[in-house]
């Protein structure tokens, strides 16, 4: 990771997104941290500092990513504290609700959109100008296997989800080739989050892959010698050892 390097984590309270906030800080760059939960984001702060020889190394960023506004603002304080943007990777989700398409209720299908869609696109236009000024601008948006493969009951995520990436596939073909920007989707799969914990509350964690060794297939997207672009990277499988 090039010295100095800045990067910007959202849901990095916990899971997938706290484990990317440590993987990218063990390599070196400075990470922006994003939630909602100040606890929650001092956790990842005390993780990264300890792992990581001491504090210094992340900011934290309390913010709820539906406020259209204040994510209108992250690029603007961004440049103003920092001076550049290396690295966003968009870890933030909600699950919804699991229902038949049929009895979605108004509130609840927005709440997703909002979260799921609208910030990933506010995300992009705040941090666009900022990563395509970067010496090797990084982009990753974590996806959800129901983007590709509906599934009943999971018609938000789906939705919602596949309408991200279809935003961020776009925005990747419209960057100039001269850009040395590289803008991907990751698909994590089936890992041990809460979110997973909250959909199917009766599942064995035992055998998924932990939120550590997600954020290590994540990593390699961020750094300077990524050439893929405007793909859909669909993590490796992972197999746990026996206990």
């Known amino acids: ?22 993987a990218l800080a063990g390599a070196g760059a400075h ?47 961004i440049m103003a504290r920092f001076g550049r943007l290396d690295i966003l990777v968009h870890c933030a989700a909600t699950l919804g609700v699991l229902t038949p398409v049929t009895h979605m209720r108004p509130d609840a299908w927005q709440d997703c959109l909002a979260l799921n869609t609208t910030a990933a696109w506010r995300l992009i236009r705040t941090a666009a100008p900022l990563l395509e000024q970067a010496p090797h601008g990084r982009a990753v948006f974590l996806s959800d296997p129901h983007a590709r493969i509906p599934a009943p009951f999971w018609g938000m995520v789906a939705a919602s989800r596949a309408a991200q990436d279809a935003l961020v596939l776009t925005w990747a073909s419209e960057i100039p080739a001269r850009c040395v920007l590289r803008v991907n989707l990751f698909d994590p799969g089936v890992a041990a989050t809460r979110m997973r914990r909250q959909a199917m509350p009766g599942e064995d964690f035992a055998p998924l892959p932990r939120p550590d060794q997600v954020a290590r297939q994540i990593l390699p997207l961020c750094l300077p010698d990524e050439n893929r672009q405007g793909q859909r990277i669909v993590a490796r499988p992972i197999v746990q050892p026996a206990t």
Do not use: F, N, W, Y
């Open 31 to 77: 990470c922006i941290l994003v939630a909602r939960t100040v606890g929650g984001l001092e956790r990842t702060d005390d993780l990264i500092a300890v792992r990581h020889d001491g504090p210094g190394r992340a900011t934290l960023l309390p913010m709820d990513l539906t406020d259209g506004a204040a994510v209108d603002m992250l690029g603007p304080s």
């Open 1 to 22: 990771m090039p010295e100095g390097s800045v990067a910007l984590v959202t849901g990095a309270s916990r899971g997938i997104g706290q484990a990317v906030a440590c």
